[in-house]
Structure formats: C-alpha cells, structure tokens
C-alpha cells in the first residue's frame, strides 16, 4: 500500500529522536507499538468477522438452493402422480365408452369417413332446361380502366407512354 522503504524509516526515526529526546524516545516507542498492536488486532478481527458472515452468506445460499432443489424435486413426484392418475382415469373412461359402443375401433377404418352431400335429383329438372341466370347490363361489369387508380398511376401511365421512366434512367457518373 505505501511503498516506505529504509530510508525513510531511517529519517523518520532521526526526526523522532529529536523530537522527543533520548530520555523518552522508549516509552514513546511502547506506546506506539500498543496503537499499532491494538490496531492490527482489531483490523483482524473485523476481518474475521467479515469473513464469517460471507461464510454464513453462503452457507444461507447453499441451503436455499438445497431448498429450492428439493421443492423441484417434490413438485416433479407430484406431477408425474397427477400425470398417471389422469392417465388411469381417462383409460378407464376410454374402455367404458368403447364397451357402450359409444367409440369406434380406431383399427379399424370408418366405411364412409367423408360427410355425404345431398345430390339434387336429375327428375326434378324442369322442362325450360337450367334456371337462366339473371341478365345484366353489359356495361355495368366492365370497369372504367382507370377506376380507382391515384395521381401517381396516372403519371406512371404518362411516362410509359412517352417512353421516359424514372426507375430506366441511369444516374449521372460522379467525377472523382
């Protein structure tokens, strides 16, 4: 963290004994080292104690997921019983209702599996041949050629008819 090396130790060790003197430099050196010990020990400590409650963190999230794995575990028993009990149920009911006769035998083929459709009756037409169909006006089905058609249509048709197209034009080389 701090990059003190012996020289510096050395100056500030210089300064301390001038400072303080010799007489005193002793105890002042004790004290200092009770700080630093009572320090250290403390720091250790937190330490210590961070490191247990991230153990403990971790243990809470190891049983959790134990936990959680063993509810998974117990809801998959539950729905693999439910599966088979519903299995069981609805064969049994397949069997009865096959036993009434109320369900064919997919084994074999249904005779005439497609719905019939009534076919009219070839007596029954009339003498005046098919029913004629309505006339209509000739000119009421033909559309106008340009019914519904927008502005746009109508220039598009323009510049066919005079030979010039946008989309034709090639786009002018650009000098570099």
């Given at each position: 963290m701090f990059d003190i090396g012996f020289p510096e130790l050395l100056l500030v060790a210089i300064v301390l004994l001038l400072v303080v003197g010799p007489d005193r430099l002793p105890e002042v050196l004790r004290t200092v080292g009770r700080w630093m010990g009572s320090a250290r020990r403390s720091f250790?400590?937190?330490?210590?104690?961070?490191?247990?409650?991230?153990?403990?963190?971790?243990?809470?999230?190891?049983?959790?997921?134990?936990?959680?794995?063993e509810e998974a575990k117990r809801l998959q028993n539950t729905i693999a019983t439910s599966r088979d009990e519903v299995e069981e149920m609805l064969g049994k009911r397949y069997a009865e209702l096959k036993a009434a006769g109320s369900i064919d035998d997919p084994s074999k083929p249904a005779a005439d599996a497609a719905p019939k459709v009534p076919q009219p009756d070839p007596s029954a037409v009339d003498e005046a041949g098919p029913a004629a169909a309505p006339v209509q006006d000739p000119s009421a089905t033909t559309a106008h050629p340009h019914a519904g058609a927008t502005k746009a249509d109508d220039h598009r048709d323009a510049e066919d008819a005079a030979g010039t197209d946008d989309r034709s034009r090639s786009k002018p080389e650009q000098k570099r």
């Open positions: 250790d400590s937190l330490r210590a104690e961070i490191e247990r409650e991230v153990g403990a963190d971790e243990i809470r999230r190891d049983l959790e997921n134990a936990r959680i794995v």
